[in-house]
């Protein structure tokens, strides 16, 4: 199904102003008897390549491309996209610091009008050459230090809600389960994701444990598919104290760089026998929806 806004009588800011009044009941999107799982390609640039990203698709059912900041570029974006479209993938963009040198990870501190400029900025650039192939983005994930600070900052988070409105209120923003994910879609006026990562620790209170601490990573292929089996079956983890953690996800990350990655993702796929990709159409529109906003197939 392909959105259409019929007739188009508000500009994008209109829309994205309007969706902080008109807010969700919850900005949590259900998807029903499944779990999404998603992954990111197109993380290098130029001559520089991520190995093992192609490896993950047979197994996920969105992908997040670089736009640009913290990595990627035009050709490289193009590529991603004739992937996922090969795959049958649902596409999200995955936005950063504009931060090539340190791949998005240093603390880089920008305004809230620099941040929003920047936010819209990969948005477009991802979604006029998706348009060229004939599709849409659907979602929206942050990287690097801009993921860890919605986690800690719902200022921030609320920026990066209200950016992505702006552009397009149908996209899903996938961040770090818990309160401040929710707080920014229902303040933002969009949906939202909360992930779970198979190959991170937790601690006590459902957050992930810095990748500076020693227990951060799960290297082990055997925990990080023992991790996935509890948050798949209970929805829960093991903290780093030992005591069982529960965490509302809706969608579960991958990437190439985990221990084992293609054996990891392909196991991990046959515990979700009915995943399902991200997508926020049947659930966007609410009683105080816009009259002249429709949908087409």
Same mark, same amino acid.
């Given at each position: 199904?392909?959105r259409?806004r &019929? ?6 800011r209109?829309v994205?102003? @309007?969706?902080?009044? *008109?807010r %969700?009941?919850?900005?949590?999107? #259900?998807i029903?008897?499944g779990?999404?799982?998603?992954t990111?390609i197109?993380?290098? #640039? ?13 197994y !996920?059912?969105?992908a997040?491309?670089a ?10 974006i193009?590529a ?12 999200? @963009? ?5 931060d $090539? ?5 240093r603390?880089? /501190?920008?305004s ?21 192939l004939g599709?849409?983005?659907t979602?929206v994930?942050?990287?690097?230090f $801009?993921?860890?600070q ?7 988070? !609320?920026?990066?809600?209200? =950016?992505?409105?702006? #552009? ?5 923003? &996938?961040?770090?389960a818990?309160?401040?994910l929710?707080?920014a879609? +229902?303040?933002?006026g969009i ?17 992930l444990? %810095?990748?500076?601490?020693?227990? *951060? &990573?799960?290297?082990? %292929?055997?925990?990080?598919?023992s991790?996935?089996a509890?948050?798949i079956?209970n929805? =829960? !983890?093991i @903290?780093?104290d030992g005591?069982?953690?529960k965490?509302d #996800?809706q969608t579960?990350?991958l ?5 084992q *990655? ?10 979700i %026998? +009915? =995943? ?8 966007? &529109?609410?009683?105080? +929806? /816009?009259?002249? $906003? =429709?949908?087409?197939?």
């Open positions: 199904m392909r259409s &019929i007739p188009r009588s508000r500009t994008a209109e994205g102003q @309007a969706s902080s009044l *008109a %969700p009941a919850s900005a949590k999107i #259900f029903q008897n779990i999404d799982i998603n990111n197109g993380e290098g #640039f130029g001559h520089y390549r991520i190995e093992g990203e192609s490896d993950m698709l047979p !996920v059912t969105s997040n491309i736009c640009g900041a913290h990595a990627g570029d035009p050709v490289l193009e991603a996209l004739e992937e996922a479209r090969y795959y049958g993938l649902s596409v999200g @963009a995955h936005i950063g610091y504009p $090539l040198a340190g791949f998005g990870r603390e880089i /501190h920008l809230p009008a620099e941040l929003r400029a920047s936010i819209l900025y990969q948005l477009g650039a991802l979604a006029g050459l998706a348009k060229t599709f849409e983005i979602q994930r942050p990287h690097g $801009l993921y860890r919605i986690s800690h900052d719902v200022r921030i988070a !609320v920026t990066v809600a209200r =950016a992505i409105a702006e #552009f397009d209120r149908w996209l899903v923003l &996938i961040g770090p818990g309160a401040n929710l707080a879609g +229902e303040r933002g949906r939202v994701a909360g992930e779970a990562w198979v190959d991170r620790t937790y601690d006590g209170n459902g957050n444990l %810095p990748h500076t601490h020693n227990r *951060a &990573i799960l290297n082990d %292929p055997r925990d990080i598919l991790q996935a509890r948050l079956r929805r =829960a !983890v @903290a780093a005591s069982p953690v965490i #996800f579960i990350h990437h190439a760089r985990v221990a *990655a293609k054996l990891v993702a392909e196991q991990i796929r046959q515990m %026998p +009915e =995943a399902r990709s991200l997508t926020s159409e049947p659930f966007a &529109i609410d009683e105080h +929806e /816009h009259p002249g $906003l =429709a949908y087409i197939e």
